[in-house]
Nanobody, 123 residues
Framework: QVQLVESGGGLVQAGGSLRLSCAASGRTFSAYTMAWLRQAPGKEREFVAAISWNGGTTYYADSAKGRFTISRDNAENTVYLEMNSLKPEDTAVYYC????????????????WGQGTQVTVSS
């Protein structure tokens, strides 16, 4: 069982940066692929980035490549999303997800989601 709590969202101007954190409880955190997804108003939830259980492999949506960096600290049971050069189109609720897998696309784990953290980028 894994419980996820996101933090770090907020309001930032275009070009700014934010660092999101997802703190996980549960002894099996280090066994899971972790990911960030986001959902903008009126749009479907979309994949942003994922990281393998040991941090050795990362995956990014095209929209995130070169601007966002996903990382994890298994000792702290935390996964991070460093977001730079933010754009208004990055405005969304960002969710942490555990237990999914990548096979071409990212397939989210159905059971483990955080409550989300709002990111708003002003122009």
């Amino acid at each position: 069982q894994v419980q996820l709590v996101e933090s770090g969202g907020g309001l930032v101007q275009a070009g700014g940066s934010l660092r999101l954190s997802c703190a996980a409880s549960g002894r099996t955190f280090s066994a899971y692929t972790m990911a960030w997804l986001r959902q903008a108003p009126g749009k479907e939830r979309e994949f942003v980035a994922a990281i393998s259980w040991n941090g050795g492999t990362t995956y990014y949506a095209d929209s995130a490549k070169g601007r966002f960096t996903i990382s994890r600290d298994n000792a702290e049971n935390t996964v991070y999303l460093e977001m730079n050069s933010l754009k208004p189109e990055d405005t969304a609720v960002y969710y942490c997800n555990a237990g999914g897998y990548v096979s071409g696309s990212y397939y989210p784990g159905r059971d483990y989601w955080g409550q989300g953290t709002q990111v708003t980028v002003s122009s």
